[in-house]
């Protein structure tokens, strides 16, 4: 027999979620980052292949669950002398993350510029996004993307941007053993290293940890909020005209707030099909 547990289709209830949560889980992965920079740091040597002197968390913790404003961050935002680094875990194929990608890109340049910075001087910049589906669709554990030129592939524009996005899922793709063990432990929960391990004791630390806890209780409870006001409305699909409006612009201000096309479409009572086409023409609050 299923459980909500076992089975995909059930929608388990925020204890459910919290009790299984591992690092694949980005609520969990942005506090284990967070607030252990040394094990970020590390995580970012394992993925990049490069060594960090230091890093240091510049952005203040918020967590903002009111849909009129920004909410949850769940990207991890560090930088070192010379470089600047924003990591995120991503679970679903949201259908956009090129698209943040260029908006994380920009934010981590305008964040520089406003401290003073010359053109010249920009940190090298590295957006990460560790991926549970392959959301290219080719196969690869990795895909690396710098701007080049299209008229002469082999020519650079050498501006010190790079996009990288793993892919858990193709974890058995990839020679790297460090990089290989993380993105198993991401897609299946199993430890093959000692960092694994110390990731795995992290996540428990954190999910013991009540303040986070009651953090990610009044996030689901916001969302679970919102759709019983949506339904007591008349927000759901097939009502007459002017409560499907409504539903549409509940719909527009989720995806503002940046929240997975899948529970969107939950909450507010609109197919997935129709959210992912909101999504197309509904900007994402910076």
């Known amino acids: 027999m299923c459980t909500p547990e076992t089975n995909p289709n059930t929608i388990p209830t925020p204890e459910e979620e919290w009790k299984n949560a591992t690092i694949a889980n980005n609520f969990i992965f942005y506090k284990v980052m967070r607030y252990n920079p040394d094990v970020c740091k590390q995580l970012l040597e394992i993925l990049l292949e490069i060594k960090i002197d230091h890093i240091e968390m510049t952005q203040e913790e918020y967590v903002d669950i009111d849909f009129g404003k920004k909410a949850i961050r769940l990207d991890v935002y560090a930088v070192g002398a010379k470089r600047a680094f924003n990591l995120e875990m991503q679970a679903t194929d949201t259908k956009e993350l090129p698209e943040r990608s260029r908006f994380y890109q920009s934010a981590l340049d305008l964040d ?14 590295y957006i990460i996004f560790i991926c549970v589906p392959d959301i290219f669709g080719k196969g690869l554990a990795k895909y690396t993307f710098e701007n080049t030129c299209i008229e002469q592939p ?13 892919i858990a899922n193709n974890y058995d793709k990839i020679l790297n053993k460090e990089q290989k063990s993380f993105l198993q432990l991401v897609t299946s929960n199993k430890s093959t290293s000692a960092f694994a391990d110390k990731i795995v004791k ?16 009044d996030f689901k409870h916001h969302l679970s909020q919102s759709f019983r006001e949506g339904k007591e409305a008349g927000f759901k ?16 201000t989720m995806l503002a707030d940046n929240l ?12 997935l099909e129709q959210v992912l086409e909101l999504q197309k023409t509904t900007p994402v609050q910076a």
Do not use: C
Not at 112 to 125: E, F, V
Not at 154 to 166: G, I, P, Q, V
Not at 260 to 271: C, D, N, Q, R, W
């Open 112 to 125: 520089d510029l406003n401290a003073g910075t010359d053109y010249i001087d920009l940190k090298t910049s």
């Open 154 to 166: 082999d020519l650079k524009l050498n501006d010190r941007s790079y996009k990288y996005f793993f």
């Open 202 to 217: 992290l996540v428990e630390d954190a999910k013991r940890n009540t303040q986070w806890r009651k953090q990610f209780m």
């Open 237 to 252: 699909e097939g009502l007459k005209e002017g409560e499907q409006n409504k539903a549409v612009e509940t719909a527009k």
């Open 260 to 271: 997975p096309p899948e529970k969107v479409a939950h909450y507010s009572g609109l197919s």
